[in-house]
């Protein structure tokens, strides 16, 4: 290991995976290690032996639950705004290439005890039964604004300048009442608490707007897809693509252990009694336990059943959001469903998630309303998670760490996340307008 790095990623959870990808692409050598044997660190997906080693020890699975290898069961589930940031960085490298996607069926929302389908434009508002008459209108003209809405083209504003307006005062200018407020908050903008109606409305009307272009991108029932064979395959895609511009993988590397020369900049990694020199590490919390805070606990259910969730259409695949006005609670709770359809499960068979952030120390009690919708399940996991994020000065140290998946079920803000370090690692943003695939192929034509 007497090579001298640009970069060491440590972990290879999807965060280090696609910022190894784009570093790699960016011509920097980068080295990628982790202690596990495995791709997916935190985010990996489980078959269905290892699914019950994690939770109930030496036990075997029933057989009338299927094969193992018919399941991948995502750690941290999470869809894909089909218009969103992760499907440009996607793009953008061309690890598409490497995996395949399927639309997911339905969006919904919880309201007033309801499951209720999530309208994103002003027909669909017109129709929702979430509304009384009088108010599918003044929706639907909101709707209107929002798709109208251009921000380089003032004479679609309105006169409203959104950067100082605050959300509750442009939703306050259409008379909408708390009901909509609720669902368009979090199911559309999919913001995860109420702090953004007093911040600047621009942020929530391009969330809007990104929900509406993703419903509209695949035509399907929701505004995310999902791949074929679980979120297992995106880390994966995101090494062979380091891979491919020259990164090295190494799995299986006990103890990584941070060096730190005497200014306290880092200066390599060990292990097994070999250094790897380099100028900057990218790591996940549990790399740096020193450079890190705990700022909470993800509570998650894991259900195996045998039909969809009850009152969502029949749908196989599914996200359900339940704001938190609706249960009393400081934040949001999230139902994710896949199914056999995705190649996750086997033939009949469906897999449903219930997330939160932990606000009790009592998981099954707190998440029982996201449990309730679900209907009769042939197996029940409970997982608990601690959540860090750093406290390092980045610029001081070179040490860039990711901060821990939240309990959403959707991936903007793990992509922010990622595009944030990418910035901070190489005082640049990701420029999503170029396809990398094609000038790859271009360049090996040459």
Known sequence: MDVEYDVIVLGTGLKECILSGLLSVDRLKVLHMDRNDYYGGDSTSLNLNQLWKRFKGEETPPAHIGASRDYNVDMVPKFMMANGTLVRVLIHTGVTKYMSFKAVDGSYVFNKGKIHKVPSTDMEALKSPLMGLFEKRRAGKFFLYVQDYKENDPSTHKGYNLTKLTTKELISKYGLDDNTIDFIGHAVALHRDDSYLTEPAIDTVKRMKLYAESVARF???????????????????????????????????????????????????????????????????????????????????????????????????????????????????YVFCCSYSHNVASKGKFIAFVSAQAETDNPEKELKPGIDLLGKVDELFIDIYDRYEPTNDSSADNCFISTSYDATTHFESTVMDVLSLYTKITGKTVDLSVDLSAASAAEDDM
């Not at 740096?288 to 909470?296: A, N, Q, R």
């Open 219 to 333: 035509q399907g029932g929701s505004p995310y897809i999902y791949p074929l064979y679980g979120l297992g395959e995106l880390p994966q895609g995101f090494a062979r693509l380091s891979a491919v511009y020259g990164g090295t993988y190494m799995l299986s590397k006990p103890e990584c252990k941070v060096e730190f020369d005497d200014e306290g900049k880092v200066c390599g990694v060990t292990s097994e009694g070999e250094t790897a020199k380099c100028k900057k590490v990218v790591c996940d919390p549990s790399y740096l336990p020193d450079k890190v805070k705990k700022i909470g606990k993800v509570f998650r259910a894991i259900a195996i059943m045998s039909h969809p969730i009850p009152n969502t259409a029949e749908s196989h695949s599914v996200q359900i959001i339940l704001p938190q006005k609706q249960l009393g609670r400081r934040s949001d709770m």
